[in-house]
């Protein structure tokens, strides 16, 4: 099989070669680089330091228990925390009470996750939610959505107190900042805060008014807002200073709506950003960030980045469309990235079924040129996660899902239990969020998923290009995948070849397009090809197969010059 170079727009080339790219084209770079800090002879897709991580996702409270005498069995009184079953058909449950899992059941698995070769781990909030199970709004059902009613804050997106860690999740010997300075410094693990700004806790409908429901409180434990499980429009802002911090109107659900036009709202909650910054925080996820004004990303995002200007801010805006998810990552709204929603949405519908669909179908959500991003190299990129169904795909579905996102453009993120596929097809309230625990974890070094993971995750972990290298496709089609990461910076300079293979037998590529004479290492058989000028390389990938073939070495090949300073200009 050949593959052809897509149609380019011609450049000077003496140009492009004298410095890797034509001034004018050193110019758009400029203006679209993160830090803008663009060098000549540098071809990268992003300087964000953050984009060489990958990221583990934890629900703490539902990953592993590692200290059972904070798990409060009883804690609630008449309205109960713990467990809470709800009964599915053939005997399935989910729950929507605690579980135990605790910070100390991830630092206990530190070692597990850096292996699988991930390098951050983003926990579910860590901070205070209400110690009873809400007694409010219509009782969740299997199965169900959109219902809280005798559901508890074990998720912690229910916070009561933005500054105090949850009692569930810390440890008589393990504060927060214990763990954040443990992660890093024993195992080379960042963590990622997970924070909310545009609700509290569930604050109305409750046939009585429990503590810490629809009240909020200051670093000092000083009350500063309640709701008094009045509807929002029975809220008297502008006269009662605990309803001050409310809209009087809803927002989702039961949810008190944070008023952030408050500048008192907005520096409770940017001040608690800080804190958790000075506790140990690498980076931040952002709760349903749609939710909130561009104004309030802005602030937060100038504070925060004053004295940490590298700091990594990803939010969560559910839309599959990325004209709309787009605009919070632009620099005047606070230059935030993005869980990539429209490639979680195409990679669902191509690994679910590998067998039966097309690459074709991913081609088009990378935006890599003219694309509607900052920078699309920044996007936060997953297949499922605890908020939606977990995919339903195969082993073979999995390993090639993996094989995908480890390579492409874009930093992975991979929700617990999916090395072994866990829970696979559940939604939230059908098992998605059911409890992992050790044992799951102990086995998952013999599942197919888990080895195959580990091997690609580590592949990017030691290989700059496919972490922040420019991305230039040759072909996608079919079950065949082929594409370049191209990175030149810091005196370092690397061309990964990308070969994908999902259907269920093996495939042979020979690849010319781009094609550099030199020595090309095949990075997970150790396999070596020395290439003569002109020669393509050929090679047999197998079923449900990935190979990443490096070259280090000084990019020589004009033609892939040219193909990557012009997606660069547009990128």
Same mark, same amino acid.
């Given at each position: #099989? &050949? =593959? =052809?170079?897509p149609t380019s727009i011609a450049l000077s080339l003496a140009s492009i070669l004298a410095v890797g790219c034509s001034a004018t084209n050193q110019e758009n770079l400029h203006s679209k680089d993160h830090n803008e800090e663009f060098k000549a002879n540098q071809i990268v897709g992003t300087t964000t330091p953050f984009a060489s991580e990958a990221v583990y996702f934890v629900v703490t409270d539902r990953f592993v228990d590692g200290d059972p005498s904070n798990n409060h069995e009883a804690q609630g009184g008449d309205y109960p925390t713990w467990q809470l079953p709800l009964e599915g058909p053939d005997g399935k449950k989910a729950y929507v009470g605690y579980m135990g899992g605790d910070l100390k059941g991830i630092l206990n698995n530190a070692e597990y996750i850096s292996n699988l070769g991930f390098t951050a781990v983003w926990m579910t909030p860590v901070v205070d939610n209400p110690d009873y $199970?809400?007694?409010?709004?219509?009782p969740i059902t299997y199965g169900g959505a959109f219902k809280d009613g005798g559901k508890t804050g074990y998720h912690g997106y229910w916070a009561t107190n933005y500054y105090k860690a949850d009692e569930h999740l810390v440890s008589e010997d393990l504060s927060v900042k214990d763990y954040t300075t443990q992660m890093r410094e024993k195992h080379g693990l960042k963590s990622v805060f997970d924070i909310v700004a545009n609700h509290g806790s569930p604050s109305f409908t409750m046939e009585k008014d429990l503590p810490g429901y629809g009240e909020l409180y200051d670093a000092q434990g000083k009350l500063v807002a309640d709701h008094q499980n009045l509807a929002p429009e029975a809220l008297d802002p502008k006269n009662n200073p605990l309803h001050a911090f409310f809209h009087d109107y809803p927002d989702l659900v039961k949810l008190s709506n944070l008023d952030d036009e408050n %500048? $008192? &709202?907005?520096? /409770? *909650?940017?001040?608690? /950003? +800080? /804190?958790w910054i000075s506790q140990g925080a690498d980076a931040f996820r952002i709760d349903t960030i749609r939710h909130v004004p561009h104004a309030f990303w802005r602030e937060a995002a100038?504070?925060?980045r004053k004295?940490? %200007?590298? =700091?990594? #801010?990803f939010g969560e805006s559910f839309d599959y469309e990325a004209n709309n998810i787009a605009q919070h990552t632009l620099k005047k709204n606070g230059g935030v990235s993005v869980l990539d929603f429209p490639m979680q949405k195409a990679m669902v519908s191509v690994f679910e079924k590998p067998s039966e669909t097309d690459f074709a179908n991913l081609e088009k959500v990378l935006h890599l040129t003219h694309g509607p991003y900052e920078n699309v190299y920044e996007l936060t990129t997953f297949y499922d996660n605890h908020d939606m169904a977990r995919m339903n795909a195969t082993d073979s579905g999995f390993i090639n899902a993996h094989n995908w996102l480890f390579t492409v453009r874009g930093i992975p993120v991979v929700y617990m239990g999916s090395e072994v596929g866990y829970m696979r097809g559940t939604a939230e309230h059908a098992g998605n969020r059911n409890y992992v625990g050790q044992e799951v974890l102990d086995k998952a070094k013999n599942h197919a998923i888990a080895k195959a993971l580990t091997t690609i995750a580590n592949v990017r972990k030691q290989t700059p290009a496919l972490q922040r290298g420019v991305q230039v496709n040759i072909k996608m089609e079919g079950h065949q995948a082929a594409f370049y990461r191209v990175l030149k910076a810091e005196g370092q300079t690397q061309v990964a070849l990308v070969l994908l293979n999902k259907g269920e037998q093996p495939a042979d590529f020979l690849v010319s397009d781009y094609m550099q004479s030199g020595t090309w290492v095949e990075q997970i058989t150790g396999k070596t090809l020395s290439l003569a000028e002109g020669e393509a390389l050929k090679t047999k990938v197998p079923e449900n197969? &990935?190979? &990443?073939? *490096? +070259?280090n070495d000084q990019m020589i090949n004009s033609e892939l010059i040219e193909q990557v300073s012009f997606q660069l200009a547009r990128q």
């Open positions: #099989m &050949v =593959f =052809f170079k $199970a809400f007694n409010g709004d219509e %500048p $008192a &709202v907005r520096d /409770y *909650l940017i001040n608690s /950003y +800080l /804190y100038d504070r925060i004295d940490n %200007p590298d =700091f990594f #801010m197969g &990935v190979q &990443v073939w *490096l +070259l």
